[in-house]
């Protein structure tokens, strides 16, 4: 399955890439000046999401470094591995809506680790984790940010539920599958 | 928002006190400033790009037409935006390519869908029902193959690096549904 949607994948962005342009051209839109144009906002955009992007990794930054995130995990873990979320991957499951780099470097370490590695029950719940939630923080900073939004609204709290959500779902498969 | 970015700095400055270590929360936090700024910045190619890109397809008259095909899917979730606007083909977009795993295209996509949604704000500065919804949706992940964890999972010498897949498609397909359930419920009580 992994091949054919590589490949797919693969063809659909050579499909936009030469596609839109030749559409745009036989329908006689000055395709140069059009790309010109719209490519221009990239900067300013990019540049409008900075301070949104900074507040929520500066505060992440902090946390982590404050080595609060293994405290919490330390107080949480003996609750949660009873559940079938072993304290290994917990870090993981707190650092996830947070950051994504800062995930996927701890399902390295789950992997890497001796005694656990990719085909343990902690490195196949890990894995299921990180390919099935998003980082929450990330994507409302960027996208609001994009437009100059400060006000969420329940955006957060249900992006923290689908989090949630996901996490008791990826828990729930790897025991009924691995345990 | 504001509550999670005071919890976040007492968190850090409770657990540098306990610990003795005070500095690695200034220093965790000018790294996350840093690596904000670099992240951003590495997006204007991209970003750039694909902007390129839309502003043709939307000068050939291809997002409108795009826009009235999915309609039928999207009327009903989006009920604040109107038929045939730009905001639904660029959500489409970046669903797709959020789908097929080209996330260098859907955060463009995405962030062309926010501002075409903010041309329905009436009240600038707070989201919108629509963009609550559509930020909901882009919260699951939606990537239908988790490539980035089956190349880790190759590279530490897994027996099937692959057979997470399917369980990953579950789990996401829950959390995809607890999106839009309470994106649509909380619509109602959150002002």
């Not at chain 1, 005694?115 to 609001?144: H, M, N, R, W």
């Not at chain 2, 955060?107 to 707070?126: D, H, Q, R, V, Y």
């Amino acid at each position: 399955m992994k091949p054919v949607l590589e490949f797919l994948s693969g063809w659909i962005l050579l499909a936009l890439l030469v596609g839109i342009p030749l559409y745009g051209w036989v329908r006689g839109v000055k395709v140069y000046e059009a790309f010109v144009e719209g490519a221009k906002e990239g900067f300013t955009v990019a540049v409008r999401i900075i301070p949104f992007l900074v507040a929520i990794l500066a505060a992440v930054g902090a946390f982590r470094g404050a080595g609060a995130m293994d405290a919490l995990a330390r107080v949480l873990g003996p609750v949660t591995s009873r559940i079938g979320l072993p304290a290994e991957v917990l870090p993981m499951a707190l650092v996830r809506p947070l950051s994504g780099s800062g995930s996927l470097g701890l399902l390295g370490n789950i992997f890497s680790t001796p005694g656990l590695g990719p085909d343990s029950y902690a490195g196949k719940l890990g894995s299921i984790l990180q390919g099935s939630t998003e980082t929450t923080f990330y994507v409302l900073s960027v996208y609001c940010g994009s437009v100059g939004i400060v006000r969420y609204r329940h955006a957060l709290a249900a992006g923290l539920l689908a989090d949630f959500t996901g996490l008791t779902a990826s828990v729930l498969i790897a025991r009924a599958l691995w345990s | 928002m504001n509550l999670v970015f005071v919890l976040l700095f007492v968190g850090a400055a409770i657990a540098g006190a306990i610990r003795g270590d005070v500095k690695a929360v200034g220093q965790g936090a000018f790294d996350g400033a840093a690596q904000g700024v670099t992240l951003a910045i590495g997006l204007i190619g991209v970003m750039a790009l694909w902007l390129g890109m839309m502003k043709i397809a939307e000068k050939a008259g291809l997002i409108e037409s795009l826009a009235k095909f999915v309609r039928p899917i999207f009327r009903p979730l989006f009920p604040g935006v109107p038929d045939g606007h730009p905001a639904i083909s660029a959500m489409l977009l970046n669903i797709a390519a959020n789908m097929l795993g080209l996330g260098n295209a859907a955060t463009p996509f995405g962030i062309k869908a926010m501002e075409e949604l903010e041309k329905l704000n009436p009240t600038p500065g707070a989201a919108t029902n629509a963009q609550v919804l559509f930020l909901a949706i882009n919260t699951a992940s939606l990537q239908l193959v988790p490539t980035t964890v089956i190349a880790l999972r190759a590279s530490a010498h897994s027996s099937d690096p692959a057979g997470i897949i399917l369980p990953c498609l579950g789990a996401t397909l829950c959390a995809l549904i607890v999106a839009v359930a309470s994106a649509k419920l909380l619509e109602k009580v959150v002002k």
